[in-house]
């Protein structure tokens, strides 16, 4: 059950768009369309933004998307604004019957 | 509204035992899985383990680091998940979340608890 792949941390100016990665495995990433993106702000619960590799949350803002390719999936935000400077995690279901997160990717707006 | 209140948590030695509850409002905990992650300070977001619901079985999975010493159970008639902690070590300080599944999704999270544990 190793952790999936994230960048530590990724920046972006605003109206500029980043792209945050999701690297796992055969058995979990690139078995299963069972992705799913959270949002976290400091001392707050994560909130989910993506489930399904792509499908957005009802009232989840439509600069948000998410997609996939073999172990990789993505969380795309274009646009970026200030209130988008918060913690990103993925999570996958695995072969395992059990899921795994990512270690997350803070991301800062310059 | 779909709300999870997690309780139970607070300062433990090592080697003890604790017992978190997960409280949950505005839908059907029946119809549902739960899981439990945790997170420490600082720290990203692991996956604990889950409790199906009585539809799927009712049975649960764990993560690897934590099978053995945790156990997951639900009382559907009160609303109410558990996690039941047990021989706490100083690594398992952390906020612990519940977590409603919907389909294959984890979608609300509750506000977490924090268990410390230390001397």
Redesign the interface.
Known sequence: ?S?LTQPASVSGSPGQSITISCTGTGSDVGL?N?V?W?QQHPDK????LI??VSAR?SGVSSRFSGSKSANTASLTISGLQAEDEA?Y?C?S?SI?????????TKVTVL | EVQLLESGGGLIQPGRSLRLSCTSSGFNLADHSLTWVRQAPGRGLEWLGFIASRPFGGTAEYAASVKGRFTISRDDSTRTAYLQLNNLETEDTALYYCVRHQHMTLDYWGQGTLVTVSS
Not at chain 1, 45 to 48: D, F, S, Y
Not at chain 1, 96 to 104: H, I, P, S
């Open positions: 059950q952790a299963y069972y799913s959270y619960a994560p909130k989910l489930s399904d949350t913690d995690y999570a279901y395992t019957n059990t899921w795994v997160f990512g270690g997350g």
